[in-house]
T-cell receptor, first 112, second 111 residues
Framework: NAGVTQTPKFRVLKTGQSMTLLCAQD?????MYWYRQDPGMGLRLIHY???????AKGEVPDGYNVSRLKKQNFLLGLESAAPSQTSVYFC???????????FGPGTRLTVT | GNSVTQMEGPVTLSEEAFLTINCTYT??????LFWYVQYPGEGLQLLLK?????DKGSNKGFEATYRKETTSFHLEKGSVQVSDSAVYFC??????????FGTGTRLTVIP
């Protein structure tokens, strides 16, 4: 089992560019999450999904979109990147009802 | 609302010292409580959890007790090792598919 994987590991964007971060899990988990981690602020939830075809907003959803077309994949999109979106992004998955989230290794995004 | 407050770091200890990282919470309802650990360059990993009052979570020599009366979930370890150097996050979940994290406490253990 690879667990939770994230692509890419690093990316540098210019303001206004778009990109998609891919998260994949092979544990057949129903729930998936996208967080951002900023210094001194812990992790904040961007969007989450409780099953294929469903998504919901978290604490800081503005400027991001997500899609869950397949159960194993959860995509995070930035349509027009801004410097405020410079962060480390973590994806996580959870077996529904277990309360235990499994995290990917993170994507470090810099927007200049 | 829901929130987690944990002790600010960084914390530096000598090997074999006793560790306490304080965590208190505010929550509506009856949350589950967690400690996650993040080693350098990696994602977070669940260290231990407790799902109801007076439960004690334990793993790898770490333990924490869910204290409803003091709304606390302090992390302790009797004898830390260099390999315990990491960032530790306290978190709560109220069953609404949302983990609320503290800001993290960086622990450095020196030989």
């Amino acid at each position: 089992n690879a667990g939770v994987t994230q692509t890419p590991k690093f990316r540098v964007l210019k303001t206004g560019q778009s990109m998609t971060l891919l998260c994949a899990q092979d544990m057949n988990h129903e729930y998936m999450y996208w967080y951002r981690q900023d210094p001194g602020m812990g992790l904040r939830l961007i969007h989450y999904s409780v099953g294929e075809g469903t998504t919901a907003k978290g604490e800081v959803p503005d400027g991001y979109n997500v899609s869950r077309l397949k159960k194993q994949n959860f995509l995070l999109g930035l349509e027009s990147a801004a410097p405020s979106q410079t962060s480390v992004y973590f994806c996580a998955s959870e077996d529904s009802g277990s309360y235990e989230q499994y995290f990917g290794p993170g994507t470090r995004l810099t927007v200049t | 609302g829901n929130s987690v407050t944990q002790m600010e770091g960084p914390v530096t200890l000598s090997e074999e010292a006793f560790l306490t990282i304080n965590c208190t919470y505010t929550a509506t309802g009856y949350p589950s409580l967690f400690w996650y650990v993040q080693y350098p360059g990696e994602g977070l990993q669940l260290l231990l959890k407790a799902t109801k009052a007076d439960d004690k979570g334990s793993n790898k020599g770490f333990e924490a007790t869910y204290r409803k009366e003091t709304t606390s979930f302090h992390l302790e370890k009797g004898s830390v090792q260099v390999s315990d150097s990491a960032v530790y996050f306290c978190a709560l979940e109220t069953g609404a598919n949302n983990l609320f994290f503290g800001t993290g406490t960086r622990l450095t253990v020196i030989p």
